[in-house]
């Protein structure tokens, strides 16, 4: 069996990074999503191995140690990561891989996996983008102002991709980064 290939996926949030991966789950084969580990607390409804790998302080300090994660950062008292094995595992075994990371995450990943395909997803404004967050009603001003100045940073980095999609209409979205996967095989 062919090896897999790893693609990696960041853009601010409110860009529509999950709701294209959710497409592509469901048009594609050989398609794994990675589950990231982190040190915070399960919100309702998350579930262990589904949606985080839920890892105390030292067991992920020591995964750290052991040079366990592929990429990791520490977002105010909590760390997250991508566990370098399992998708290890996944890309010996021939799925393509893909991670759901920020920026920090997707350089980190870049310089630990140089052929690794990077893809942005960029809104197709920042005030489109205030419209999503807002649209969303799941948190306040004050956090959504927080979100789109993180995103102007974010924004800023997008140039440090192989590939940069606009989610302007999701489906025409879905099927670029759906090419993308294609053409880096």
């Known amino acids: 069996m062919c090896k897999g290939k790893l693609y990696v996926i960041s853009g601010p949030s409110g860009a529509g990074k999950g709701t294209i991966i959710k497409e592509l789950q469901k048009q594609r084969e050989n398609f ?3 589950v990231s580990c982190t040190t915070r607390d399960p919100r309702p409804g998350e579930e262990h191995g589904v949606h985080y790998f839920f890892l105390t302080h030292e067991a992920f300090r020591k995964m750290i140690a052991e040079n366990g994660f592929l990429e990791y950062a520490q ?3 909590h760390f997250y990561g991508t566990p ?9 075994a021939g799925w393509n891989v893909v991670l759901e990371i ?3 995450g997707a350089m980190q990943v870049k310089k630990n996996v140089p052929e690794a395909v990077l893809v942005f997803i960029a809104p197709p404004s ?7 967050l807002t649209g969303r009603r799941t948190e306040s001003p004050a956090q959504i102002e927080k979100r789109i100045a993180r995103a102007s940073q974010e924004m800023a ?9 606009v989610n302007d209409d999701l489906q025409t ?4 980064v759906s090419r993308i996967m294609d053409e880096n095989k």
Do not use: H
């Not at 370098?84 to 010996?92: G, S």
């Open 75 to 77: 977002v105010f008292d």
């Open 84 to 92: 370098a094995r399992l998708v290890r595992e996944k890309l010996a």
């Open 173 to 176: 979205a879905v099927a670029e």
């Open 157 to 165: 980095m997008r140039d440090k991709y192989d590939y940069v999609v």
């Open 102 to 104: 920020d920026v920090q």
């Open 126 to 132: 920042m005030e489109v983008l205030r419209r999503r």
């Open 32 to 34: 794994y999503l990675s």
